[in-house]
């Protein structure tokens, strides 16, 4: 809109929403109003250069994307610590719960040692034949050369 006066001298409202006021033939308001709109013009330009200029709007957005950036960081981090702190009170969990199956484990062969005393036994009498079987081919002549062919 305009700023203009009808034939009944009332003032119009231009597109900012600033009452104009009625034109005078007085030139020192003339000249202030050319100030003033000069004024409001340089703020107008300044703002589209502003909009315009790529390479500094280029590096507000590089800037606000390293905010994120940081944002993000700080709450993985976070993350990552508690993640840790849930790690660690689970690892101290797991330890104490095989504390506690070694404990009866141990208390059940101490009430009945017997079938544990078998499977060393067992164990035990396993570990000598394997020896004797190794102990009687070693003694027999050219157990050297098939002990370097086997091999």
């Given at each position: 809109?305009?700023?203009?006066?009808?034939?009944?001298?009332r003032?119009?409202?231009?597109?900012?929403?600033?009452?104009?006021?009625?034109?005078?033939?007085?030139?020192?308001?003339?000249?202030?109003?050319?100030?003033?709109?000069?004024?409001?013009?340089?703020?107008?330009?300044?703002?589209l250069?502003?909009?315009?200029?790529?390479?500094?709007?280029?590096?507000?957005?590089?800037?606000?994307?390293r905010?994120?950036?940081?944002?993000?960081?700080?709450?993985?981090?976070d993350?990552?610590?508690?993640?840790?702190?849930?790690?660690?009170?689970?690892?101290?969990?797991?330890?104490?719960?095989a504390?506690?199956?070694?404990?009866?484990?141990?208390?059940?062969?101490?009430?009945?040692?017997?079938?544990?005393?078998?499977?060393?036994?067992g164990?035990?009498?396993?570990?000598?034949?394997?020896?004797l079987?190794?102990r009687?081919?070693?003694?027999?002549?050219?157990?050297?050369?098939?002990?370097?062919?086997?091999?």
């Amino acid at each position: 809109m305009s700023t203009s006066t009808g034939k009944s001298g009332r003032t119009r409202t231009t597109a900012t929403g600033v009452t104009a006021v009625p034109p005078t033939d007085d030139p020192d308001l003339i000249r202030a109003d050319i100030a003033q709109t000069r004024a409001e013009l340089g703020d107008t330009v300044e703002h589209l250069a502003a909009r315009a200029d790529v390479k500094t709007r280029a590096k507000e957005k590089v800037a606000e994307v390293r905010g994120q950036a940081g944002q993000v960081k700080d709450r993985a981090t976070d993350t990552a610590q508690v993640a840790v702190v849930r790690a660690k009170d689970a690892a101290q969990v797991t330890a104490v719960r095989a504390r506690e199956a070694t404990r009866r484990s141990v208390g059940k062969a101490r009430q009945r040692p017997a079938p544990y005393v078998g499977v060393l036994a067992g164990l035990a009498t396993a570990l000598a034949a394997v020896l004797l079987v190794r102990r009687r081919r070693a003694s027999k002549p050219g157990a050297r050369l098939r002990r370097w062919r086997s091999r």
